[in-house]
């Protein structure tokens, strides 16, 4: 792709708007995003508690400026908010986790006592929305994705501590026909996910009890929340009031009418009950921490980003300028032993004054790597094309 492919590529998207993602498109009901609500207006009460000043508005959700993040993990006051419902308070004192169903041996109620006597786990993990990077589908692939138009930043790296799952399972007791565990919140959405019973023993899955060395916020699920790392946000359920062990596999809204991948390659016949095939898993992803677009000063400049991937640590980020060759950016803190962070990466870059086109792409440890296309699907997840970032020098 040369330069003026590129600018092509751009102008061929949004038009006016081809510096950012897709701007006024309406949030569709069921895809991530919006379906409490359009825009927030006067009338309509924020359903989030966090000062909303930092972050980009999309309707109900808020995303992080991923150029605001001065270090590695991300602040939890800077930490993007994705709800279906508005934040519930939740008074710790009264709080009970309850664990049961046809798949325990027993059904036991938890306090928040109970689970800080179990082993802590710490975990440095991201959590990405399965939307994350919507807004760019128009530009990436020539279609327009329903749902919020999140640009790149629904997503945030966190220090998270609390038991396993899997403790807290076994104080019911995971009966050997177990097939499901699902996990379910407190929220109005009763937002739930499912998971198989081998990712709810994965040591990595937890129940989150802080978040950076704090007690959860509450937009962040106080007081209990899942990690599941890899596994797409939506999986992450905050304010977990109860967990249902099942012998047959669940299906509820997160894994048959939303996170779902809708499409001819996709045939709603063969992923019965669901509309299309459950997203489970995430993709490897890297993005500039730049605003889109960005404005840079001419004359030799620092760049830098993060990359992450559900399989394993990044093992390298590539970036190039309009479509020329690709350059090694370096890697910051990378640690194989932190395989659920995402990474920072950075580069030098002799910026002349113009328009140009800057795309990073990142390769895991798995041998994964992003595309250079994008592929669509009607509620537009996953997309991880190396994006093209429109960069203003001048
Ligand atoms: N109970 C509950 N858990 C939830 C949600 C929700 O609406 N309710 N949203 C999910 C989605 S879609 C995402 S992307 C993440 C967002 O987590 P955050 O708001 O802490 O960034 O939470 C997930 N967990
Ligand atoms: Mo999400």
């Not at 930092?54 to 109900?60: A, D, N, S």
């Not at 889109?292 to 394993?312: D, K, Y």
Request: a negative charge.
């Amino acid at each position: 792709m040369n330069r003026r492919e590129a600018l092509a590529l751009m102008a061929a998207g949004a038009g006016a708007a081809a510096c950012g993602p897709q701007g006024a498109a309406n949030d569709a009901g069921d895809a991530d995003g919006g379906e409490t609500g359009g825009e927030s207006t006067q009338s309509q009460p924020p359903i989030w508690v966090k000062d909303p000043a930092p972050f980009i508005r999309h309707g109900t959700n808020l995303e992080t400026r991923l150029e605001d993040l001065g270090g590695w993990l991300t602040p939890n006051e800077l930490f993007f908010v994705r709800n279906h419902a508005p934040t519930p308070r939740i008074d710790p004192a009264a709080y009970r986790l309850t664990v049961g169903g046809p798949g325990a041996e027993r059904e036991v109620e938890l306090t928040l006592d109970d689970l800080r006597a179990l082993p802590r786990q710490t975990l440095i993990a991201y959590i990405e929305c399965a939307g994350n990077w919507r807004g760019f589908f128009q530009r990436v692939t020539g279609r327009t994705a329903s749902g919020s138009q999140w640009g790149t930043g629904a997503i945030g790296c966190a220090e998270w501590s609390g038991p396993s799952l899997a403790d807290a399972l076994a104080l019911a007791g995971v009966r050997d026909d177990a097939v499901d565990v699902n996990v379910i919140g407190l929220d109005d959405a009763e937002w739930a996910r499912p998971m198989p019973v081998a990712k709810a023993l994965d040591p990595a899955t937890i129940l989150a009890l802080t978040m950076n060395g704090a007690p959860l916020p509450p937009d962040h699920g106080f007081p209990v929340r899942a990690v599941a790392p890899g596994w797409v946000g939506s999986s992450s359920v905050k304010w977990v009031g109860r967990i249902e062990i099942a012998t047959s596999r669940v299906w509820v809204r997160a894994n048959t009418s939303s996170y779902v991948l809708v499409g001819d390659e996709w045939p709603a016949d063969r992923y019965a009950p669901a509309d299309g095939a459950p997203i489970s898993t995430g993709v490897v992803k890297s993005a500039l921490a730049l605003p889109h677009p960005a404005r840079v000063a001419p004359g030799r400049r620092r760049l830098s980003g993060f990359a992450w991937s559900p399989r394993g640590p990044v093992a390298r980020v590539e970036w190039r300028v309009d479509g020329g060759r690709w350059g090694a950016a370096r890697l910051i803190g990378a640690s194989g032993d932190l395989p659920h962070a995402w990474v920072r990466f950075e580069f030098e870059w002799e910026a002349a004054p113009g328009d140009h086109i800057v795309q990073t792409r990142a390769t895991d440890a798995a041998g994964n790597f992003q595309p250079l296309e994008g592929a669509y699907n009607e509620k537009g997840y996953l997309l991880n094309a190396a994006l093209p970032h429109l960069v203003q020098v001048g």
